[in-house]
């Protein structure tokens, strides 16, 4: 005589029931209905199941977003006699859909590809799916929104999900949900819609969730306009919502960059559990470029702290809120130890004819592509001009710097915002306690205008400082005329 398998039934764990009613709409049965006591623990009303009539089809089990419990008819136990505290720990097997521990990440070949012809916005769209990223949420916002559309148009033909959220608070939370699932998700924005997600990073950051935010920088401050600025240096690297917050942020300068930097930061977002910011400017969005394919794409694994809808991983439920003082101080600790190692281990940025330079511009974004320019007339006219490129905003890239010093005579911070990129590299240097300064100069422009090449070769070619050096010795080396 052959054994039947019972068909599992439903049981109800009135501590995790949110009260819903999905379940009560996919009952055919009407084993459902709505409950009218609270449960003292999760504060919520819990619905009331009567099994007389279930069929065990199993429609509740896949309308219920908590695992509220499986288990064959005969073996249903009283409430009491379940253990709830070890269901809420995850430690009960309730549901059989176990997940593995940790899946990791997967490196796999790219066919040799012509290059490609793009702008900036479809190469970071193109980089996000080539991490790996399936799930992306947004409110649309000029001059970021091209690369929203493409995900738009590509996403549902990989099985992925795009949502046009309601607006930037949303987009931000939805994200806080999937990076919490473990999966690697992503937004396009620009300024004044990037000021609009900072709460929902903060919250981010203090759950350690994951998830990329290409902001297309535009004009400031409030509305602005739509034309390039780099308005939110200070933002990425000081301002990210309240509390103990810092996120890698970094700069592209190229629509290559815009590709190689999205991986990049799909990759660093998952090592840190952490949001990551590339910044783009609105130049840097709509120009076009030659960009090439990597040799490599991702798989994405799933990390062992992934929060599911299953018994085995509701332990790993994540939140942002540590009520005990004591719990939140050790939480902070944590954090900044983590920052640490992004400062020890991320910093990242391009020396251009550094070697001997006593003219160092430090420059990022579009500016950083005016100021490569000028290095070279710069050099035809016998002043040994280098360009020092922060990738990393966040941490500013100071271990790179301090060697050039020695040899620098002046720093020229050429930058379309009113200084924040300065302000930066003046703090990095504070905190690194260089007290010897090289000259400080710099070159301003807001609200789309563009430091341009010409304006630069000018500036420093009028300087005469080089020759009042000759004849002053170090003289000048004082330190900030700014
Ligand atoms: S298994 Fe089917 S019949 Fe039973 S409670 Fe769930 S939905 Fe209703
Ligand atoms: S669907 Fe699940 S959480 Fe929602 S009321 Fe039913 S049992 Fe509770």
């Not at 649309?140 to 309601?166: C, H």
């Not at 203090?206 to 308005?231: H, K, T």
């Not at 300087?463 to 004849?471: C, G, I, T, V, Y």
Request: hydrophobic share 40%; proline share 8%.
């Amino acid at each position: 005589m052959t054994a039947t398998k019972t068909k599992p039934k439903p049981l109800v764990i009135p501590e995790l029931c949110k009260g819903c009613g999905r379940c009560i709409e996919a009952c055919p049965q009407g084993c459902f209905t709505l409950g009218s006591e609270i449960n003292p623990e999760s504060g919520l009303i819990p619905v009331v199941l009567d099994l007389e009539k279930c069929n065990a089809c199993g429609l509740c089990f896949t309308a219920c977003p908590e695992p509220f419990g499986l288990t064959p008819v005969a073996d249903i136990p009283h409430p009491e006699d379940v253990d709830h505290e070890a269901f809420m720990m995850g430690e009960a097997t309730i549901r059989d859909d176990h997940y593995p521990d940790e899946i990791p990440p997967q490196k796999i070949p790219m066919p040799d590809l012509p290059p490609l012809f793009i702008k900036g916005t479809y190469a970071s769209a193109i980089g996000a799916l080539l991490a790996g990223c399936r799930h992306f949420y947004g409110y649309p916002i000029t001059p970021s929104t091209e690369g929203a559309e493409l995900m738009a148009k590509v996403l549902p033909d990989l099985e992925g999900t795009f949502v046009q959220a309601v607006s930037e608070v949303a987009t931000v939370n939805m994200m806080y949900g999937c990076g919490g699932a473990g999966l690697p998700c992503m937004t396009f924005t620009s300024s004044p819609g990037f000021s609009l997600m900072l709460e929902g990073i903060s919250y981010m950051i203090g759950a350690e969730v994951p998830g990329v935010f290409v902001n297309i920088m535009r004009g400031g401050p409030g509305l602005g306009n739509i034309a390039p600025e780099q308005s939110d240096i200070k933002l990425v690297s000081r301002g990210l919502g309240h509390g103990n917050t810092h996120a890698i942020s970094l700069a592209a300068s190229s629509p290559q960059e815009m590709l190689d930097l999205t991986m990049l930061a799909f990759e660093l977002t998952f090592k840190y559990r952490n949001p990551v910011v590339l910044l783009g400017d609105g130049y840097l969005g709509q120009i076009s470029g030659k960009v090439t394919l990597p040799r490599e794409m991702v798989k994405p694994g799933l990390p062992s702290w992934a929060v599911y809808g299953d018994a085995e991983h509701r332990k790993n439920l994540i939140c942002s809120i540590a009520l005990s003082e004591k719990e939140l101080e050790t939480h902070n600790y944590k954090l900044t130890d983590k920052y640490q190692r992004m400062i020890d281990n991320e910093q990242r940025a391009e020396l251009y004819r550094c070697h001997d330079a006593e003219v160092l511009i430090i420059a990022a974004n579009t500016p950083a592509r005016m100021a490569r320019g000028a290095v070279g007339q710069l050099r035809e006219k016998g002043i040994r001009a280098g360009l020092f490129r922060p990738i990393t905003i966040w941490p500013f890239p100071i271990g790179l710097l301090l060697p050039l010093l020695d040899q620098v005579k002046e720093i020229v911070v050429v930058e379309a915002s009113n200084g924040q990129l300065e302000d930066e590299m003046r703090l990095a240097l504070s905190h690194e306690h260089v007290v010897d300064l090289p000259l400080i100069d710099h070159i301003r422009h807001f609200g789309g205008v563009l430091p341009q090449l010409e304006e630069i070769v000018d500036h420093i070619s009028k300087d005469n400082l080089f020759e009042d050096s000759e004849k002053n010795g170090n003289a000048w080396k004082k330190g900030g005329r700014s």
